[in-house]
Each structure stands twice: as C-alpha cells, then as structure tokens.
Nanobody, 125 residues
C-alpha cells in the first residue's frame, strides 16, 4: 500500500502561485499513474490533473494553461505547480495513486485507490 502525504498548501492572493508536493512511501511510484484532485466545501470532488508513468498528462479544462503536474520518480514525489490562481481554485487538494491502469491518465476518482489526507489551498480576491 502506497502512503501519500501532500504539502505546500497555503493562502495566496488571486494571481499568485503555489507548488504542491505529494511524497509517497511504501512503494516506488514509478509504476503508478498519479493524480491531483480537489474538493471545495459543498462541492463534489473534482479531478484536476493526472500523469501516467511516463509523461502523458491530462487536465481539467478550468486549469489548463495554469497548472502543471510533474513527477520525480527518484524522489518518489509528484508536484502540482499552480500559477495564476483564482478564488475558485480554493479547495482541499488531494494526491492519488493507481497502478492498475498505469498507462492511461484519468481524472475519475473511482480509478484511484490510494489517497493522501490533503492540503488546503485558499485563494483570496
């Protein structure tokens, strides 16, 4: 079982940037597709970005051009660089991992069975 721990969340003003990290332990993430999800109060969980075991990525439309997902298998860590942040990006952000369909990026929460506890991102206007 992969243990995931997110960090890097915080409070920023609109237009600012944050870089989230997700450190994995227990197994190497090299064989896992990895993703970021978010959930705002009163809203459903939303897939934000996913990267497969190589470099193929997918993003939800609202973050395309602003967010970048990346991975460093040597450090067993993935990242989410978030630029031009907007108040609507405010949410708890979660890291997730899956090894069953490692080659296909996905934004469906049901496709992932390993989750971190989350890190809060708050963007003020």
């Amino acid at each position: 079982q992969v243990q995931l721990v997110e960090s890097g969340g915080g409070s920023v003003q609109s237009g600012g940037s944050l870089r989230l990290s997700c450190a994995a332990s227990g197994y190497s993430i090299s064989g896992y597709r990895m993703a970021w999800f978010r959930q705002a109060p009163g809203k459903e969980r939303e897939g934000v970005a996913c990267i497969n075991t190589v470099t193929s990525t997918t993003y939800t439309d609202s973050v395309k051009g602003r967010f970048t997902i990346s991975r460093n298998n040597t450090k067993n860590t993935i990242f989410l660089q978030m630029n031009s942040l907007k108040p609507e990006d405010t949410a708890m952000y979660y890291c997730a991992a899956d090894r069953k369909v490692w080659w296909l990026p996905s934004l469906r929460g049901a496709d992932f069975d390993n989750w971190g506890p989350g890190t809060q991102v708050t963007v003020s206007s």
